[in-house]
Nanobody, 114 residues
């Protein structure tokens, strides 16, 4: 099992910045990628960004150029959200991909509003 603990969500003004963190622990020996997904009310969960343990990244078109995903050697992944927009408001979920399956965090609310 892999445990994911998310932090850093909350209220942010349009054009501001916010950083989400997700720390992975447990059976992470076969971890090969982590990422962030989000789900807005009435919508399906969608990809925001992913990063492999080797550092390769992938972004949704809607956030490319505004959000940056990164990781560190301690199996923590970050999502730097710059210039957020009201449409970025959603519950953000951390995801971990391993050779034996994928795992999800509990979700963290991000609200972009003035």
């Amino acid at each position: 099992q892999v445990q994911l603990v998310e932090s850093g969500g909350g209220l942010v003004q349009p054009g501001g910045s916010l950083r989400l963190s997700c720390a992975a622990s447990g059976s992470i020996f076969s971890l090969y990628a982590m990422g962030w997904y989000r789900q807005a009310p009435g919508k399906q969960r969608e990809l925001v960004a992913t990063i492999t343990t080797g550092g390769s990244t992938n972004y949704a078109d809607s956030v490319r150029g505004r959000f940056t995903i990164s990781n560190n050697a301690e199996n923590t992944v970050y999502l730097q959200m710059n210039s957020p927009k009201p449409e970025d408001t959603a519950v953000y979920y951390c995801n971990a991909q391993t050779l034996v399956g994928q795992y999800w965090g509990q979700g963290i609310q991000v609200t972009v509003s003035s």
